[in-house]
């Protein structure tokens, strides 16, 4: 059964808007993790964290988790390996000295230049079979989906 054929199959199906989402989304992510992978020997979750670093200076670890939903633990990793690479530093909050704030350093901003523009081409690429009129269509609707309440708890699966 050729990839053509599967893919018509599982997006025409009970779950079709969910199925075409994950395919969406896991498809970039692989083109995505492998390049950053091997041009910079880092996971995905180390750039989205020097990324969200870089526009937040300040921001805390915890607070990560909100703009890239994944595991505390996964975000803590990705910290300590841009510090280790001098990407990153922390500062003690001065009204807690258990708070750490993030701020990137001139390197990882360097960095960022490379990564945010690379990724602007290949959100082009993925985006090309869009005219301009749908790229708006799908990044409204998209961000409707995305600012819903429904997108990290839910009331049919048990998400605690």
Same mark, same amino acid.
């Given at each position: ?7 018509? &199959? %599982?997006?025409?199906?009970?779950? $079709?808007?969910?199925?075409? +989402? =994950?395919?969406? /989304? ?36 915890? &607070? %990560?988790?909100?703009?890239?939903? $994944?595991?505390?633990?996964? +975000? =803590?990793?990705? /910290? ?36 945010? &523009? ?43």
């Amino acid at each position: 059964m050729g990839v053509n054929r599967l893919l018509d &199959e %599982i997006f025409s199906g009970e779950l $079709r808007e969910l199925m075409v +989402i =994950s395919y969406i /989304v896991l498809g970039n992510n692989a083109v995505t993790s492998r390049f950053i992978e091997r041009r910079f020997r880092m996971p995905v979750q180390a750039w989205s964290a020097l990324y969200a670093i870089d526009r937040f200076p300040g921001i805390r670890a915890k &607070e %990560i988790k909100q703009i890239f939903p $994944r595991p505390q633990n996964t +975000i =803590s990793r990705a /910290v300590s390996l841009l510090e280790e690479r001098n990407y990153i530093f922390q500062e003690t909050s001065e009204t807690d000295g258990r708070e750490k704030r993030l701020y990137a350093t001139e390197g990882g901003k360097a960095l960022l230049v490379d990564l945010v &523009e690379t990724s602007r081409r290949r959100q082009a690429e993925l985006l090309a079979p869009l005219s301009e009129d749908e790229r708006g269509t799908f990044f409204e609707l998209a961000l409707k989906v995305a600012s819903g309440q429904k997108l990290l708890c839910s009331s049919v699966m048990d998400t605690d």
